[in-house]
């Protein structure tokens, strides 16, 4: 049973789920010789400051990064990368035996 994971990040309509379903399903049964019924796609979304890339966490939520206080204290700061996680396919596929 081919199954498909999707992360990417949040946002995607109905619609857009639907068409990607639809288009990822008639992929793998036209060239990868699945059986439509048994073809799995799972989205999985990963919300702002839930993943990194080159070592740096992702476009953070509003208010994670801290800044240096009126009193000149130290607060902790984190480097960001600016590029958004956009969308990343990875797949996992198990053939089983009937």
Avoid: C
């Avoid at 999707?6 to 990822?24: C, F, H, L, N, T």
């Avoid at 992929?27 to 990194?52: K, P, Y």
């Avoid at 939520?61 to 958004?84: I, K």
Wanted: hydrophobic share 35%; aromatic share 4%.
């Amino acid at each position: 049973m081919p199954t498909v994971i999707v992360y990417w990040s949040p946002g995607r309509s109905a619609q857009q789920k639907a068409d990607v379903i639809r288009e990822m399903t008639d992929a793998l049964v036209n060239s990868g010789g699945a059986r439509r019924d048994d073809v799995v796609i799972i989205f999985q979304e990963i919300a702002a400051g839930n993943s990194g890339r080159a070592g740096v966490i992702s476009a953070p939520p509003p208010g994670l990064l801290a800044s240096p206080s009126a009193d000149g204290a130290n607060s902790e700061t984190v480097s960001t990368h600016t590029d958004p996680p956009d969308t990343t396919f990875r797949t996992h596929s198990r053939e089983v035996e009937d």
